[in-house]
Each structure stands twice: as structure tokens, then as C-alpha cells.
């Protein structure tokens, strides 16, 4: 087999050259990181919970017409996607007070938020990925003003879907993170959402007993990081218990 063509490598995701022109392969590592990579270890297993959590809801976002990268699963790691031109962005929707915000503004974590709010920060490592305006976004070009309502619109969409469905499981949706990217097909060009939604781009805490279910458990050194992203797997149904004919005693993945 030939060696395939690395892309990209970024702290959670390695971007392989795809089998179609126009397509990529993203293959999700273990690796664990915080703060912009100055917090970094390899927990087993992670990369496999979170390429299955993304591709349940991908495809659920793209049956409900929200576009998105996502083609299919390749493996248990992998997953075929539409190359496009990600936009340097990250873009987070905050529907409870919870990390930075709460830091800057001094709201106490798990105040519910008036409204969602919307927040833009510059996608650039060396910078801390810092906070940035309309404004900014438009001065030095990283986006159009039609191509911010396009991702604001997208946000708020995902932001309903993504709220009911963990809300329907016992969880709470208290923010999320997600990148967008341009997709061109012949002479038109749209927005379309691209990265990852996981545990490590969610918080998500337990409804009644506001237990955090998402990478906040390693960036604060709470430990159990695996059993509570195997915890929202198995409330979404990707994961089932192990009957008793089978080895083990913890869930397993859905194939």
C-alpha cells in the first residue's frame, strides 16, 4: 500500500490526502491538549470516542440540511470529508457561563446567559487563539460581512439541534466550538461547517448533577476523561452494554 500524503497535522486531527479529488481523510490521534498545547498527554482511546460522537452528529446535521464536510466513517478513527478552505476562525457559542467568559467578565460559572452569545476568536496558536470582533474579522479579511451572517446563521441552527439532543439524554449543552470552512463547487461557494463536535469541542455537563462529561476534566485535572466521554456515547446510543456472553464488563461501540 502506498504511503499516504499527510495534508495536516493540528494537536487532535491528521488531514490525509483522500481517495477523490476534492476529498480528505481526518484521522482523529489520542493526543489530549489544553491551553494551546501547553498542557498535552496521549489518553488511549480518545480519538476512536470522538471520530464516533462527530460522525452521530454530522450526520444527523446533514440530514437535517445543514451542510457540512462529513461524507462518511472510513474506520474506527477515520472519517471521509470534503476538503474546503477552512476560515481562520474559532467560532463559540455560550448558552451558560462557564471558562473564559466567566474569567472575563465575572459571571459566575453556570449562570444561564440571557441569550446565546456568539463569540469570534483568531485561529492562531502562536496568539492564544485570541478573542476578536466583526470588526476585526473584516478589516483584515478573514471574512466577509456575508460570509460572518452565514456562519453566524449556521451557529445558531446548530446551536438549536445540538441543545434538544443532548437535553433529550440528560445533558446540558453549556458551549461549543466549531471552524467553518469555504466549499466550492464549480463557480459557487458556500460556507459549510467543518472540524470536529466532541466532548473535546463541547462542554457538556450531566443535567441533575452538573458533572462535567467533557475535556474541562482533563484541562482541570478531574481525571475520568475516557469514562465520561464513553458516558455521552453511550446516552446518544453509540454506545451499548456489554451482554454477558462477552468478554469485559464496559460498553462497547456500535459498528
Request: some cysteine; proline content about 4%; overall charge negative.
Amino acid at each position: 500500500m502506498n504511503r499516504r500524503r499527510r495534508i495536516y497535522e493540528g494537536k487532535a486531527k491528521i488531514l490525509y490526502e483522500g481517495p477523490e479529488p476534492g476529498t480528505l481523510i481526518q484521522h482523529f490521534k489520542d493526543d489530549a491538549t489544553a491551553f494551546n498545547n501547553k498542557k498535552h498527554e496521549v489518553i488511549d482511546g480518545k480519538g476512536v470516542l470522538n471520530n464516533r460522537i462527530s460522525e452521530f452528529i454530522f450526520t444527523a446535521l446533514n440530514d437535517l440540511g445543514i451542510q457540512t464536510h462529513f461524507i462518511k466513517r472510513i474506520n474506527m478513527r477515520e472519517q471521509l470529508i470534503k476538503e474546503c478552505e477552512i476560515i481562520p476562525l474559532e467560532v463559540i457559542v455560550r448558552n451558560v457561563a462557564a471558562g473564559s467568559i466567566s474569567k472575563r467578565l465575572g459571571v459566575e460559572e453556570g449562570t444561564q446567559l440571557p441569550r446565546s452569545v456568539i463569540e469570534f476568536c483568531y485561529k492562531n496558536d502562536s496568539l492564544d487563539d485570541p478573542l476578536v470582533s466583526e470588526e476585526h474579522i473584516t478589516a483584515f479579511g478573514w471574512a466577509s460581512p456575508q460570509e460572518i451572517d452565514d456562519i453566524m446563521a449556521l451557529a445558531i441552527r446548530i446551536n438549536d439541534f445540538l441543545s434538544g439532543m443532548f437535553r433529550a439524554v440528560g445533558i446540558r449543552l453549556v458551549d461549543f466550538k466549531i471552524e467553518c470552512g469555504r466549499y466550492f463547487e464549480g463557480d459557487t461557494m458556500r460556507v459549510i461547517l467543518a472540524d470536529e463536535i466532541s466532548p473535546d469541542s463541547c462542554r457538556l455537563w450531566d443535567i441533575e448533577s452538573n458533572d462535567k462529561l467533557d475535556k474541562d476534566r482533563f484541562r482541570r485535572e478531574m481525571g475520568g476523561l475516557i469514562e465520561a466521554y464513553q458516558d455521552v456515547a453511550k446516552r446518544l446510543g453509540i454506545m451499548i452494554e456489554n451482554t454477558p456472553e462477552r468478554k469485559g464488563s464496559g460498553p462497547v461501540l456500535v459498528k
